[in-house]
């Protein structure tokens, strides 16, 4: 039961141009949604974060929209950078039930070619 | 301030074998979950130890154990290896007591093939 799920595995963009990471989510329990981003050799880190009473939360030049209704996040990033490749993942969490740890996607592998 | 660190960083086991995996959490995080990461999978949880005592596990059976220590660094063994037990295990600490955010912070993680 993959209750967190990311369809592409991988997305290619050119420099300076937006990246858009997509993630849909089935379990209703999550109070809170988190991107990862993961280098080759290197744990995942933070990126960025979104309550799930939000729609919408900005950091520079990473976005992250959320639609309750269709269960569905997003990443945007802009303008992309080729510091920017690396595994992106999206994860799940909350306070109660099966959302007390987080769950992640199966991780989409940006290329931003220069 | 020191980061997550893991160690051993590869390892070779063959099947049936026990293995040990130590993880350094970040100074000042009380609270240490383990996850693994199996190639081409996001990482799934393991369990977590807040204050030396296991308060979460994930889907994983009862040869997955692990230990956290008064100084909150913490193991991860395994026992009875087998070749699909193959893949990254990531080590991660948060700060507990503070309303959890899902933030947590990673080890680079321990490369475990079995054989």
């Known amino acids: 039961d993959q209750q967190v799920k990311q369809n592409s595995p991988s997305l290619s963009v050119q420099e300076g141009r937006i990246s858009i990471l997509n993630c849909d989510y089935t379990?209703?329990?999550?109070?809170?949604f988190l991107w990862y981003k993961k280098y080759p050799a290197e744990g995942p880190t933070f990126l960025i974060s979104?309550?799930?009473?939000?729609d919408k939360n900005e950091d520079g030049r990473f976005t992250v929209f959320l639609n309750k209704s269709a269960k569905h996040l997003s990443l945007h990033i802009v303008p992309s950078q080729p510091g920017d490749s690396a595994v992106y993942f999206c994860?799940?969490?909350?306070?109660?039930?099966?959302?007390?740890?987080?769950?992640f996607g199966s991780g989409t592998q940006l290329t931003v070619l220069p | 301030e020191t980061g997550v660190t893991q160690s051993p960083t590869h390892l070779i086991k063959t099947r049936g074998q026990q293995v040990t995996l130590r993880c350094s959490s970040q100074?000042?995080?009380?609270?240490v979950s383990w996850y693994q990461q199996a190639l081409g999978q996001g990482p799934q949880f393991i369990f977590q130890?807040?204050?030396?005592?296991?308060?979460g596990r994930g889907n994983f059976p009862p040869r997955f154990s692990g230990l956290q220590f008064p100084n909150y660094s913490s193991e991860l063994n395994v026992n009875a290896l087998e070749l699909d037990d193959s893949a990254l295990y990531l080590c991660?600490?948060?700060?507990?007591?503070?309303?959890?955010?899902?933030?947590?912070?990673f080890g680079e993680g321990s490369r475990l093939t079995v054989l």
């Open positions: 991660a600490s948060r700060p507990g007591g503070a309303p959890n955010t899902g933030e947590l912070f």
């Open positions: 379990n209703s329990m999550f109070d809170y």
């Open positions: 979104i309550s799930s009473i939000k």
């Open positions: 994860a799940g969490g909350g306070s109660s039930g099966s959302a007390r740890q987080l769950t």
């Open positions: 100074s000042g995080h009380n609270t």
């Open positions: 130890y807040y204050r030396e005592e296991e308060n």
